[in-house]
C-alpha cells in the first residue's frame, strides 16, 4: 500500500491538472456545526423512534445499553477528532481511513459509511406517522416518504440557512425531552425496575431477566442512537478553521446527545406503570397517562418536526459524502461530474437528490431490518476509524497540527477488541445484508477502481488544508 502515507497535496496536484473541482464554502463555527451535528443525532426522534425498539428487546436493560454504548463512542469520539482535525475533509471516514491505512480500506469504510447515510434518514422518517397521529392519519410509509422528500427540498439550500433551521427545530426536541424527564420522574412507579440489572416482560405476564448476551446483542443499536455525533468530520471542509473546531463539535455533540437521550430513557424506564408497557414503548400514550391528551398531542407534534429535523440534516451531510466522493473520482466520469456540481445555493444538488429520493423509495421497507443492518454497518465503520486511528502517528502525520487524543493506542485498541467483540454478537440476517454488499463493492474496487488508481479514488484534502 504505498498510497498510505502519501502526502495529500501529491494527489490534489493530479487532480488540479484534470481540471480543479469546485470547493464548499467556510462558514459556520462551533455554535453553528454543533447545532447541526447534533440535530444529526436527532435526540428527540431516537428516543421516540429508535429506542422503543431496545425497550421491546431488552426492556429495563435499555438505559445500560446506551449508557454502555455511549462509553464505547467517547471512545470512538477521541478517534474521529484526532483523525477529522488530522484530515478534515467532507469524506468523512473514507478520507481519514484511506489516507492512513491505503485506498482499499478507505473503500470499505466508504461502503459501511454508505448504507449508514442511505438508510438511517428513512428508519428515523418511517416514525413520523405515529407522532401525527393526534392530528393526521397517514400511512407510515407515506409519511415517511414525505418526510424525505421536503428534507430534500430543505437541504438544496444554503448550509448556514438550515443550521438555523435545524437549530429552531433542535430547540423543540430538546423541550419535547425536558417534559418528557419531567413527567416520567414525577409519576415514578414504586415498583420500577432496577436501571442496572434489566428485566423484560414475558409471555402470561412473567418477568425474564436481560442477560449479559442480550445487552451485547443491542449495542448495535445502542451505538446507533449516539452516532450521529460524527457529522461533524463530513462539515470539516465548511467548518471555521477546522483544527480547533471539528474535535469540539464532535466531543460536544456527543457529551450533549447522550445526555438529552440518558435522561429521558431512565425517566421513561422508572415512570412507566409495568413491563407490558414499557416494552409496547408508546411514549406518546405515556406522557398522556401522566399529563392529559393536549401535553400529550404538543410532545407528538415536537417529535414529528423532530424527524423532520433529523432528515434535513441527514441528507445535509450525506449529500457531502457523494459529493466528496465524486470529487476522488470514486465512479464513471458522467456520475462524478453531476455529485460534484454545486448549485446556486452552494450546495452539491444531483448528490443531495441521490440521498433524498432513494431515501423515500427506502420507506417502504421494513424498518426493523433497516435499523438492524444499520447497526451492523455503524460497528464496521467505527471498527475501521479505530484501526486507522492506529497509524495516525506514523511518518509525517506524526507532527501534523492536529487534536491528538489521550492514552493513545490504549484506546483505539481496547476500542477494536470490544467492536469485534459485538460484531459476534449480532443478528445473522443483518450481518448478511451487510456482507453481500460489502462484497460487491469489493468486486467493484477489485475490477474497475483498482485497475484505474491513477485516475478513480484518488483521495484529496481541500487546498486550504493541505499545508496546515
Not at 443550521?163 to 425531552?177: H, K, P
Not at 454488499?437 to 483521495?459: D, G
Request: net charge neutral; with cysteine; charged share 10%.
Amino acid at each position: 500500500m504505498t498510497d498510505t502515507l502519501r502526502p495529500p497535496q501529491s494527489v490534489t496536484a493530479q487532480a488540479a491538472d484534470a481540471g480543479a473541482p469546485q470547493q464548499l464554502k467556510r462558514s459556520i463555527g462551533v455554535v453553528g456545526g454543533t447545532l447541526l451535528t447534533l440535530s444529526c443525532v436527532t435526540p428527540a426522534s431516537t428516543l421516540f423512534v429508535i429506542v422503543p425498539q431496545l425497550f421491546a428487546g431488552i426492556g429495563s436493560a435499555t438505559a445500560l445499553a446506551i449508557a454502555i454504548g455511549s462509553v464505547l463512542c467517547v471512545a470512538v469520539a477521541f478517534c474521529y477528532s484526532e483523525l477529522g482535525t488530522l484530515i478534515p475533509s467532507a469524506g468523512g471516514e473514507y478520507a481519514m481511513v484511506g489516507t492512513l491505512a491505503g485506498r482499499l480500506m478507505g473503500w470499505l469504510v466508504f461502503v459501511q459509511s454508505l448504507i449508514v447515510v442511505m438508510i438511517v434518514p428513512s428508519v428515523i422518517a418511517l416514525g413520523t406517522a405515529e407522532y401525527l397521529a393526534p392530528v393526521l392519519d397517514v400511512p407510515k410509509p407515506i409519511a415517511g416518504a414525505a418526510v424525505m422528500l421536503a428534507a430534500t427540498l430543505a437541504g438544496l439550500l444554503d448550509l448556514r440557512a438550515n443550521a438555523w433551521i435545524t437549530g429552531v427545530f433542535l430547540v423543540l426536541e430538546v423541550v419535547a425531552a425536558a417534559v418528557v424527564s419531567v413527567l416520567g420522574f414525577a409519576h415514578t412507579n414504586p415498583d420500577h425496575p432496577s436501571l442496572l440489572h434489566g428485566v423484560v416482560a414475558g409471555d402470561h405476564g412473567a418477568v425474564n431477566p436481560v442477560g449479559i448476551g442480550a445487552i451485547v446483542g443491542a449495542l448495535g443499536i445502542a451505538l446507533f442512537v449516539t452516532q450521529g455525533f460524527s457529522t461533524a468530520v463530513y462539515l470539516s471542509e465548511e467548518l471555521e478553521n477546522p483544527r480547533r473546531t471539528v474535535s469540539r463539535t464532535v466531543l460536544w455533540t456527543l457529551g450533549l446527545s447522550s445526555a438529552i437521550i440518558l435522561i429521558p430513557v431512565a425517566a421513561i424506564t422508572m415512570g412507566a406503570p409495568d413491563l407490558d408497557t414499557l416494552a409496547a414503548g408508546d411514549i406518546s400514550a405515556m406522557v398522556t397517562a401522566w399529563s392529559n391528551s393536549a401535553v400529550g398531542t404538543f410532545i407528538s407534534l415536537c417529535i414529528a418536526l423532530a424527524i423532520i429535523n433529523a432528515g434535513i440534516v441527514m441528507v445535509i451531510q450525506n449529500s457531502r459524502v457523494l459529493f466528496a466522493s465524486a470529487r476522488d473520482k470514486a465512479w464513471p466520469e458522467p456520475v462524478n461530474k453531476a455529485f460534484g456540481t454545486l448549485g446556486r445555493f452552494g450546495s452539491p444538488w444531483v448528490a443531495t437528490l441521490a440521498v433524498g429520493l432513494p431515501g423515500a423509495a427506502l420507506c417502504f421497507v421494513k424498518g426493523e431490518l433497516l435499523s438492524n443492518i444499520t447497526g451492523v454497518a455503524v460497528t464496521a465503520m467505527y471498527l475501521l476509524v479505530a484501526v486507522a486511528s492506529l497509524l495516525s502517528r506514523r511518518a509525517h502525520h506524526k507532527h501534523a497540527a492536529a487534536w491528538r487524543m489521550p492514552l493513545w493506542p490504549v484506546i483505539p485498541v481496547l476500542l477494536i477488541g470490544v467492536l469485534l467483540y459485538i460484531m459476534t454478537k449480532l443478528a445473522a440476517e443483518p450481518l448478511l445484508w451487510t456482507g453481500g454488499i460489502t462484497a460487491a463493492a469489493t468486486l467493484y474496487w477489485l475490477f474497475y477502481l483498482r485497475p484505474r488508481q491513477e485516475t478513480r479514488w484518488v483521495i484529496t484534502l481541500p487546498e486550504d488544508q493541505q499545508q496546515s
